[in-house]
């Protein structure tokens, strides 16, 4: 099996831009996701293919890869943003699937 | 309207079966990989497994491998998640989503599940 870590929290300011870095071993040879999580709901996917964003997901969602990390990006973050953010890709087969440890945004 | 429809919130005392369901609309249910997600109270979001209903192909995460069972009814365009006994530790919400490329597009609104004596 195999590991995708994230950095437990972000804090970040009406305005400004947050980011979250996900890495993990099998990132060089799969694409990483992205979902955003609010209490009480189901994840929505907001990043696919590392770089693409699904029909609907506001433009200040990106994403973006450097060697064996991703990272989704907010610019412009705003109050409905505030939720756990989860990072996902398969293994290097592509026979099964992990998610990150997460990452709570907190709009100050 | 394309949609995932898992059946309701269940309460079970340890050492019950239990069998939650998946019910896929507005799409040709067999020409998708259904995936299963437990997240226990609290916590993250853990892949559990995926179903090709369309010939029953099974993968499992090497975690959930023999603690549950997935399966898929066609005709009725319906996946499952089924224990044989449960304990207190399954105590989670549990989401049935639609693969899309290698990630999860679509997601039902989740199953409660409960296991208390």
């Known amino acids: 099996s195999f590991e995708l870590t994230q950095p437990p929290s972000v804090s970040v300011s009406p305005g400004q831009t947050a980011r979250i870095t996900c890495s993990g071993d099998?990132?060089?040879?799969?694409?990483g996701y992205w979902y955003q999580q609010k209490p009480g709901q189901a994840p929505v996917l907001v990043i696919y293919?590392?770089?693409e964003r699904p029909s609907g997901i506001p433009a200040r969602f990106s994403g973006s890869r450097s060697g064996t990390a991703v990272t989704l990006t907010i610019s412009g973050v705003q109050a409905e943003d505030e939720a756990d953010y989860y990072c996902?890709?398969?293994?290097?087969?592509?026979?099964?699937?992990?998610f990150g440890t997460g990452t709570k945004v907190t709009v100050l | 309207e394309v949609q995932l429809v898992q059946s309701g919130a269940e309460v079970k005392k340890p050492g019950e079966s239990l069998k939650i369901s998946c019910e896929g609309s507005?799409?040709?249910?067999?020409?998708?990989?259904i995936g299963w997600v437990r997240q226990m109270p609290g916590r993250g979001l853990e892949w559990m497994g995926i179903?090709?209903?369309?010939?029953?192909?099974?993968r499992y995460s090497p975690s959930f491998q023999g603690q549950v069972t997935i399966s898929a009814d066609k005709s009725i365009s319906t996946a499952y998640l089924q224990w044989s006994s449960l304990k207190a530790s399954d105590t989670a919400m549990y989401y049935c989503?639609?693969?899309?490329?290698?990630?999860?597009?679509?997601w039902g609104q989740g199953t409660l599940v409960t296991v208390s004596s």
């Open positions: 989503a639609r693969r899309y490329e290698d990630g999860y597009l679509l």
């Open positions: 507005g799409f040709d249910f067999t020409s998708y990989w």
């Open positions: 179903i090709y209903p369309g010939d029953s192909d099974i």
């Open positions: 099998a990132m060089p040879k799969k694409y």
């Open positions: 293919q590392d770089t």
């Open positions: 996902q890709s398969a293994d290097s087969s592509g026979t099964y699937y992990v």
